[in-house]
């Protein structure tokens, strides 16, 4: 157990709905970070935060909308997605001190229809 | 953010075979992390290399970071079916920012 959990598991949407993912750290980081893992395609890095501030945001549409109001807790706001939105999306933590390796929660299966 | 190149992008082996897997960049990497991400599951870091020529082992895998810091390699000896999975290295740029690579998904014939 990585001490990272995510909710929900698995997500069906269509592409007028709005959900929310959520993920849960329980190491004490202070960085945590949104991954998109689509088939045959490297992991995708989305948001990054430290300390709660966004430092990081790679060109990712306006449709997902990251949140996070502690060092804990992370949101992703789902708005209008796209078929081609549909992977596995990741959450990860790390200290962001000295080591920055990260620890991966189980992932969010989105199937957009 | 940096590109990093990895093959091959599939390895099939015989139990008992030896396996490398290869990450290489076009620029100077600050240090590479190695992931291990088993079927259905999700990326398990193993190890970062941060050092010049740096050699670092944990059992039957031996990690690699080139003299020049632009390349790496992971290499298992003696595959089991318990190292079938995708590995992944990871670049890291400034700060929090990581770029991953393509991966190598390794299957182990029993």
């Known amino acids: 157990e990585t001490g990272v959990t995510q909710t929900p598991r698995h997500l069906v949407m269509g592409m007028t709905n709005k959900k929310s993912l959520k993920c849960e750290q329980h190491l004490g980081h202070n960085a945590m970070y949104w991954y998109k893992q689509s088939a045959k395609k490297p992991l995708e890095l989305m948001f990054v935060y430290s300390l709660e501030e966004r430092v990081e945001n790679n060109s990712v549409p306006s449709r997902f909308s990251p949140e996070c109001p502690n060092s804990s807790h992370l949101f992703l706001h789902l708005h209008t997605l796209q078929p081609e939105d549909s992977a596995l999306y990741l959450c990860?933590?790390?200290?962001?001190?000295?080591?920055?390796?990260?620890?991966f929660g189980p992932g969010t299966r989105l199937t957009v229809t | 953010g940096q590109q990093v190149m990895q093959i091959p992008q599939y390895q099939h082996v015989q139990e008992g075979e030896d396996f490398t897997t290869y990450c290489n960049s076009s620029t100077t990497l600050s240090n590479i992390q190695w992931y291990k991400q088993r079927p259905g599951g999700h990326p398990v870091f193993l190890i970062q290399?941060?050092?010049?020529?740096e050699v670092k082992k944990q059992k039957r895998l031996t990690f690699q970071f080139g003299e020049a810091k632009k390349n790496s390699s992971l290499h298992i000896t003696a595959t089991q079916t318990t190292d079938v999975g995708t590995y992944f290295c990871a670049d890291q740029d400034t700060g929090n920012q990581f770029y991953f690579g393509t991966g190598t998904s390794l299957t182990v014939i029993p």
């Open positions: 290399l941060v050092k010049s020529g």
């Open positions: 990860a933590s790390s200290s962001g001190q000295e080591s920055y390796e990260q620890y």
